[in-house]
């Protein structure tokens, strides 16, 4: 059974920090993962998806890589502002069966 | 509107009620999931649609959850005779086809008393 570790549960930095979010999965064979960022009372957003095939998808001060053999997966996040103020959840698509997700990392960036 | 929308996004049920959770995807989205959200924790997977068609309800707790999409757009997750421990915020997501990138609703907050 796939399941999936974020690591750490809490994180809170100074605003400017660069940051990093980890997120481990227990079994390599995955079609692609997901990174969403969760609002307080709010739904996912989608920040970046990483195809199995690929090592690192960036958007903006993002930046995701994948190492699929090894079951990892990070979330960069640069230059932190306090509006990143999240949590930050890691989603694994085996393919065949719905994404199992980590129980996230909460980000507080503090002005 | 062109994403994913809930309705209602809160609801208070009192203990033995029935609920009625609604979902509508994105137009032309053929997969259609249903996550259950408990406080702190990771969405949960309850059940997935492939246009009408339920493939995979492993994930629904008991005999008292449901879930239809009989035109294979909208879809309605029921809950009957609620108990506390349904208190969560149900989340529905759409795709364009099952392993493809997801894209979540808002939720709906369900608080049992």
């Known amino acids: 059974k796939q399941e999936v570790t974020q690591i750490p549960a809490a994180l809170s930095v100074p605003e400017g920090e660069n940051l990093v979010l980890n997120c481990s999965f227990t079994?390599?064979?995955?079609?692609?993962l997901q990174w969403f960022r969760q609002d307080p009372g709010k739904g996912l957003t989608s920040l970046l998806l990483i195809q199995s095939s690929q090592r690192e998808q960036t958007s903006g001060r993002l930046n995701a890589s994948l190492d699929k053999s090894s079951g990892r997966s990070t979330l960069y996040i640069a230059a932190s502002q306090p509006g990143d103020s999240a949590t930050y959840l890691c989603a694994v698509n085996p393919g065949n069966t719905p994404l199992v997700f980590g129980k996230g990392t909460r980000l507080s960036v503090i002005a | 509107g062109a994403g994913v929308s809930q309705s209602p996004r809160y609801k208070v049920a009192k203990r033995g009620q029935d609920v009625a959770l609604r979902c509508d995807p994105i137009?032309?989205?053929?997969?259609l999931f249903w996550y259950q959200q408990a406080l702190g924790q990771g969405p949960e997977f309850l059940t997935y649609f492939q246009n009408e068609a339920q493939l995979d309800k492993s994930g629904l707790p008991s005999d008292r959850f449901f879930a239809e999409r009989p035109e294979g757009s909208v879809s309605t997750l029921k809950i009957q005779r609620t108990q506390q421990e349904d208190s969560a915020v149900y989340l529905c997501?759409?795709?364009?086809?099952?392993?493809?990138?997801?894209?979540f609703g808002p939720g709906t907050r369900l608080t049992v008393t």
């Open positions: 137009s032309g989205h053929v997969s």
């Open positions: 079994d390599s064979a995955i079609y692609n």
């Open positions: 997501a759409s795709s364009q086809q099952r392993g493809n990138e997801q894209y």
